[in-house]
């Protein structure tokens, strides 16, 4: 099966498919001890096995995260999008921004984007977002971006809160 990855413009961000050359920001950003929220620490082979299942999730699933981009510099960002490993009840609309672009809006500019692709492309029209109990900053981006606490679940045997996004549009 061939899958082409949208690409997504905003005004100061670029969402594009993964590529090879990520591999050594990846491997800058999952041994920042703040990508804990997002599996890492990781070391540089494990950071290959997840550009590669990222890359492959778009393949297998027709959706997946975009590498996030600045327009300006072509820097890169951090990710936004779709993740759903076959463990997890259901897509969610995940996202990370690298330490040099945390507190700039790039974050909720890049989510609020993927999560309009989601719905014009994959008909993901509500996602979910999961979040640790411990994870206080995510809760709070979740609820600026309008998400809301629906339920605590267990997910690969650690306490996760599902947070709710408001329904788009396709």
Aim: glycine share 8%.
């Amino acid at each position: 099966m061939t899958v082409t990855i949208p690409v997504i413009e905003t005004d100061r961000l670029v969402l594009r498919a993964p590529a090879l050359a990520d591999h050594a920001p990846l491997c800058a950003y999952f041994q920042d001890p703040r990508s804990h929220w997002n599996g890492g620490p990781l070391d540089a082979v494990a950071v290959g096995r997840a550009l590669m299942a990222t890359v492959g999730q778009w393949h297998l699933r027709g959706f997946g995260l975009w590498f996030l981009e600045t327009r300006d510099t072509q820097a890169f960002a951090g990710f936004a999008g779709i993740f759903m490993p076959f463990d997890w009840p259901e897509p969610e609309l995940g996202y990370a921004v690298t330490a040099a672009h945390e507190g700039t809006g790039l974050a909720a500019e890049a989510v609020t984007a993927a999560r309009q692709a989601a719905a014009t492309h994959f008909g993901l029209t509500r996602l979910a977002s999961y979040i640790s109990p411990e994870n206080t900053r995510s809760q709070a981006f979740a609820r600026r971006l309008g998400a809301s606490l629906e339920t605590v679940t267990t997910l690969r045997g650690a306490q996760t809160q599902i947070w709710r996004h408001p329904e788009v549009a396709p």
